[in-house]
């Protein structure tokens, strides 16, 4: 069975005639252990669809209209508030990609990692533990480091405090949803060689969020495209990098600045994202397509099974 397993997820902004599909028929299974990225431009619902397994997304304005999250085998969407309390961190971390605007700046930050203890593992709520923690995702000092508030650390320092916070409660799941974007290049390449030492550490599995291909390979099982709220393709990284299936996987891949060949004018994607509620009739990409044909238009395609593990969002991408 699945760590995660989100299927058909349907979920609405506002409500009756108003109402704005933000994510349309989502599914997406995560096994214990596995590293999947969702990759996406901004706007396409990666960071909702990674909100909603804890149900972080206020609701209202959210509304939940279809699916089914299932976490360890329990569909989080009909948890009560107490059920809920206990995954969050329990069983699934979140680590954003603001570290400054997510920690309290008014905290010391051992308080705000104690806070995390006093929760999940009451009995490890000590001084020794958070220190430990923090020597686990490489901070220096802890010791001292512990009674430090936030402005008084770089971004990056401020990234590992929040990794320390979702590692205090042992979760199985731990979602980083660009938890690189705010951090200089060399930073990143550290976060996310943190990422993957704690993760063969810990055994814990990662959902991690991006709309940069260029470190999926380093990081990722498995890769889901996300566009205008659906996933277009999903398979093992290797193969999705090396043979992309979907016109807009390719066009993401071909928009990575190369460092070989020489001095050269980047791709881009022409067109925009289409707006929420303004999604064009039959496939959303079909508009800044460069294969695009009268069919379609027509009707959304299915998202289909080509190869064993391997799922396209387009009859012609293959």
């Given amino acids: 069975m699945p760590l995660l397993e989100i ?30 990225c969702l990759v996406g431009e901004s706007g396409c619902g990666k960071s909702v669809t990674a909100l909603s397994v804890a ?13 089914e999250i299932l976490l360890n085998g329990r569909d989080t969407i009909k948890m009560s508030r107490a059920e809920l309390q206990q995954i969050r961190g329990g069983v699934v971390s979140y680590v954003f990609q603001d570290p400054g605007a ?20 009451p009995e490890k709520a000590q001084d020794a533990e958070v220190i430990r923690l923090l ?61 993957r030492e704690l993760k063969q550490r810990l055994g814990m599995a990662i959902l991690l969020i991006t709309h940069n291909l260029g470190i999926v390979g380093d990081m990722a099982d498995r890769v889901a495209v996300m566009y205008a709220g659906q996933i277009v393709e999903l398979a093992p990284a290797r ?46 990409f079909a508009p800044r397509c460069p294969i695009a044909r009268p069919a379609c238009a027509e009707k959304i395609p299915e998202l289909i099974e080509v190869e064993p593990g391997r799922w396209v969002r387009c009859p012609f991408g293959s």
């Fill in 55 to 67: 149900q972080l997304v206020p609701s209202p304005p959210a509304h939940y209209v279809g699916g």
């Fill in 7 to 36: 299927k058909n997820l349907k979920m609405d902004f506002g409500a009756g005639a108003a109402a704005l599909r933000a994510v349309d028929g989502v599914s997406l299974t995560i096994g214990a252990g596995e590293t999947v």
């Fill in 135 to 195: 020597k686990l995702v490489g901070i220096p000092a802890p010791e001292s480091r512990l009674r430090n508030y936030p402005f008084e650390m770089s971004g990056g320092m401020q990234q590992r405090v929040m990794i320390a916070m979702a590692l205090a409660s042992e979760p199985r799941l731990l979602v980083a949803d660009e938890p690189t974007t705010a951090l200089d290049v060399t930073i990143q390449a550290q976060i996310l060689d943190l990422l």
């Fill in 239 to 284: 193969e999705l990098l090396l043979r992309p299936l979907h016109p807009y996987t390719r066009a993401l891949i071909q928009s990575v600045p190369k460092l070989a060949g020489g001095a050269r004018r980047l791709s881009a994607i022409p067109g925009n994202v289409p707006r929420i509620g303004h999604f064009p009739p039959g496939c959303r």
């Fill in 102 to 121: 997510s920690l309290n700046p008014v905290f010391r930050i051992g308080s705000q990692i104690m806070e995390s203890l006093k929760l999940h593992r």
